[in-house]
């Protein structure tokens, strides 16, 4: 019976993980309607961690992909820093000095962003060629999309800052061929609505960035810690 209930927990858990990393949501080829991308779907992330950290000009390279909405002339997108209180298990939003913004509503399809590191310090930076916009920013961060003037969001890439809603999908793009423009590691797509007027199909912006890795989420790796404890349990009892 003990190991039938075992066997049942951790068959469980390896499912809800393997749920973590499969949604039911649009592949990359849906949303760049390109049937190059089909296979690809979203990892199940939030945040993206930077992998060039070598000190020697730490930086990534956001560029647009895809915008398909009537409000992108009013759209802004950026990325925020990452805030996970571990003792309450919850991530925490960013405060504005948390926050840089990259593109504005005036930016097209192909318009590119340099984002600089400076890793000790903890800030982020970026040269839009008149102002050098800085943040409180690390080297783990998600991504923002947000209409001030008509006065949607913020909308994040972790859905616990929305509500539970997910107006932002990661697509891991490091092994994709043919090759984005840019040649991105990752690719967020947005939806720019509300939750009750949303058409979920994530074309809304779609942004390819450099030099970045998903990060699986603290509460996936709890999951998937647990099932191999389980799976641990089960052999030594076994045994």
Same mark, same amino acid.
């Given at each position: 019976?003990?190991?039938?209930?075992?066997?049942?927990?951790?068959?469980?858990?390896?499912?809800?993980?393997?749920?973590?990393?499969?949604?039911?949501?649009?592949?990359?080829?849906?949303?760049?309607?390109?049937?190059?991308?089909?296979?690809?779907? /979203?990892?199940?992330?939030?945040?993206? /961690?930077?992998? +060039?950290?070598?000190?020697?000009?730490?930086?990534?390279?956001?560029?647009?992909?895809?915008?398909?909405?009537?409000?992108?002339?009013?759209?802004?997108?950026?990325?925020?820093?990452?805030?996970? +209180?571990?003792?309450?298990?919850?991530?925490?939003?960013?405060?504005?000095?948390?926050?840089?913004?990259?593109?504005?509503?005036?930016?097209?399809?192909?318009?590119?962003?340099?984002?600089?590191?400076?890793?000790?310090?903890?800030? /982020?930076?970026?040269?839009?060629?008149?102002?050098?916009?800085?943040?409180?920013?690390?080297?783990?961060?998600?991504?923002?999309?947000?209409?001030?003037?008509?006065?949607?969001?913020?909308?994040?890439?972790?859905?616990?800052?929305?509500?539970?809603?997910?107006?932002?999908?990661?697509?891991?793009?490091?092994?994709?061929?043919?090759?984005?423009?840019?040649?991105?590691?990752?690719?967020?797509?947005?939806?720019?609505?509300?939750?009750?007027?949303?058409?979920?199909?994530?074309? +809304?912006?779609?942004?390819?960035?450099?030099?970045?890795?998903?990060?699986?989420?603290?509460?996936?790796?709890?999951?998937?810690?647990?099932?191999?404890?389980?799976?641990?349990?089960?052999?030594?009892?076994?045994?």
């Amino acid at each position: 019976m003990k190991k039938t209930v075992i066997m049942l927990l951790v068959s469980g858990l390896i499912c809800a993980f393997a749920g973590q990393t499969v949604m039911a949501y649009p592949s990359l080829g849906d949303v760049l309607s390109n049937s190059n991308y089909d296979n690809v779907n /979203a990892v199940g992330s939030s945040y993206v /961690a930077l992998t +060039d950290t070598d000190g020697n000009q730490d930086d990534a390279v956001a560029t647009i992909l895809l915008e398909l909405a009537g409000n992108q002339n009013q759209n802004v997108f950026g990325i925020y820093n990452y805030n996970y +209180d571990a003792v309450n298990d919850i991530t925490m939003a960013p405060t504005a000095g948390e926050m840089l913004q990259l593109f504005s509503g005036s930016a097209g399809v192909y318009t590119s962003a340099r984002i600089e590191f400076d890793l000790a310090a903890g800030t /982020a930076s970026y040269n839009d060629g008149t102002v050098v916009h800085s943040a409180n920013i690390g080297s783990r961060f998600g991504f923002y999309l947000a209409n001030p003037s008509a006065g949607y969001g913020p909308f994040f890439s972790d859905e616990t800052l929305n509500g539970g809603n997910e107006y932002g999908l990661i697509f891991d793009t490091r092994d994709v061929t043919p090759y984005l423009m840019g040649c991105p590691d990752v690719v967020a797509a947005f939806e720019d609505l509300p939750a009750n007027s949303a058409d979920w199909d994530y074309n +809304d912006l779609v942004v390819g960035v450099t030099d970045v890795a998903p990060v699986p989420e603290p509460a996936t790796l709890l999951l998937l810690g647990s099932g191999l404890l389980g799976l641990g349990l089960f052999k030594r009892k076994k045994s």
